[in-house]
């Protein structure tokens, strides 16, 4: 390595500096100069480092980003690592998938995107109700057993905070127990993607846990009403909590149709109860990224 670092402490005013400082490497005079003294290597490209590169954080900033890159870890992984434990963690279509298909071909709608479909149980069940249905889901290993359940479906891998669909694509989305796995700044872009998706008048069918929820009061508060380890399958992935202020700001471009709250046996464990926030909301014009 041709960095050394120099680390110094200055706890008293909760501060820690990091100071690294690039020495002369032995292939410092060899390659070619793209600006000033740093000289890439033509094979090794992991010598191009500055001569000094300062960083200077404070210890809460440290505490912050290691804090950040354990959720991201465990967001990546955590979903596939419930279903390579668990294979099908629910195979009947959920109660609200079921409501919906009335009110969907009531307003028309046909193409729809199931956003988080999982292992596709609801996916299926639309799919045989006649509609245009494409999943979507972060997991490949969901995705692996949806696509062996659900004949002639198209599954997509892709997060909610970016999908992979031009604009307007999709006359309706059903979004059940997915936007709840996310941290605050994640869930905003999903909502800012859903909008994208949709065609104006276009519909989405949310299901989120609810405040009321008993898991609400279980594991650690990482950011605001959201928090991991709160048991269950599923427990170590983010777990964010909506209240009915919240689920109105973050869809303040949709016009909410219907927005009911139901307090019922949750259907992984029907031992604990469930609270769940059900919206139907209608894309509204005018929203500029
Ligand atoms: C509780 S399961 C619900 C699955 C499905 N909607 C259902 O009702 O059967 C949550 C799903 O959300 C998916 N998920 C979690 N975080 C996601 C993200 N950031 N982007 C897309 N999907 C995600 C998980 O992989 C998992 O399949």
Known sequence: MYVKSNVCQNLLKGTLRFRFTALRSPSYNKGYTVRGSARPSPKFFFHFVPEKLRISLTLSEIIKKLFFLKI???EIGGYDKVYKENS????EVAGSIIESVLFFRQNKIKKILDLGCGTGRNTSYLKNGGFDVLGCDVSSE??????KNVAGVF???CPMSSLSFPDDLFDGVVCNHVLQ????NDIKKAVDEIYRVLRPNGVILLEVASTESSKYL????VETNT???VGGSDGHVPHHFFTKEEIQEFFKFFEILQLSHSIHP?????EIMSATWKMYAKKQYGKNF
Do not use: C, D, V
Request: proline fraction near 3%; aromatic fraction near 4%.
């Open 181 to 184: 796995h996310g941290m605050i």
């Open 266 to 270: 949750s259907e992984l464990n029907p």
């Open 88 to 91: 099908e963690i629910q195979k």
């Open 72 to 74: 991201l870890t465990m």
């Open 142 to 147: 969901a995705l692996n057993i949806a696509k």
């Open 155 to 157: 599954f997509e891998q």
């Open 218 to 221: 279980k594991g650690t508060e």
């Open 227 to 229: 928090r991991i380890n």
